[in-house]
């Protein structure tokens, strides 16, 4: 299957900070990606949705100004978490998906964020 | 809107035994995709198989099988053989088209026990 890359895997960082997130895909073109947020033992959350060269889909409840999403090429994706709070702290996983995949969506192995 | 219900949270098997995941789901579409994923404890997500509604043979891949059942909206998983390496949560999922997301059930967490 497709690989899909998520840069860094962990991230710890002090409250009011900003952490970058990279979602690339490695061997094939994300026409459209995908950010995640999972919390403990539960289903993942959508947060957004991009599509390459245009700006992201939130999802009800994802704040646009805190949650930045940048598709600008087929091949990557960043989440900035900007002014990160305790609250932010989650694991956030990628997914891309891809005009040759048959509709199929493959994720990066996600980033854990803490904020202290 | 869709809707993804995966109504078993936790199952147990034992090492070599065949289990059963249930998935059902709601819609008012004809043409559809379904899958399951597994997550096992590193958190990757990794798809294990997937299913076209348009096509009546059910999917299989290598010891996972699925019971597609569209008239009932029922997509169930079995896992033949199980091996302790199937130990995760595993998740059914629901693909309408084009660039909509996925839409996920809550999971079952499966532990193959040996």
């Known amino acids: 299957g497709a690989v899909v890359s998520q840069h860094p895997s962990r991230v710890i960082c002090k409250s009011g900070t900003s952490v970058k997130i990279e979602c690339r895909s490695l061997d094939f073109q994300a026409t459209t990606m995908f950010w995640y947020r999972q919390f403990p033992k539960q289903s993942l959350m959508l947060m957004a949705t991009s599509n390459e060269g245009s700006k992201a889909t939130y999802e009800q409840g994802v704040e646009k100004d805190k949650f930045l999403i940048n598709h600008a090429s087929l091949t990557l994706s960043t989440l900035t978490v900007t002014s990160a709070h305790p609250e932010d702290s989650s694991f956030y996983i990628c997914s891309a998906r891809g005009s040759e995949s048959r509709h199929t969506q493959y994720f990066g192995p996600g980033t854990r964020l803490t904020v202290l | 809107a869709q809707t993804v219900t995966q109504s078993q949270p936790e199952m147990s098997v034992q090492e070599a035994e065949t289990v059963t995941l249930s998935c059902t789901y709601d819609?008012?579409?004809?043409?559809?995709?379904l899958f399951w994923y597994k997550q096992p404890p590193s958190r990757q997500m990794i798809l294990v198989i997937r299913q076209e509604a348009y096509k009546q043979q059910n999917a299989t891949e290598n010891r996972f099988s699925v019971n597609f059942q569209k008239a009932a909206k029922s997509f169930s998983l079995k896992i033949s053989d199980s091996q302790l390496g199937d130990t995760a949560m595993y998740f059914c999922?629901?693909?309408?088209?084009?660039?909509?997301?996925?839409?996920f059930g809550k999971g079952t967490r499966l532990s193959v026990i040996a």
């Open positions: 819609t008012s579409e004809n043409n559809y995709y």
């Open positions: 999922a629901f693909l309408y088209s084009g660039n909509t997301p996925l839409v």
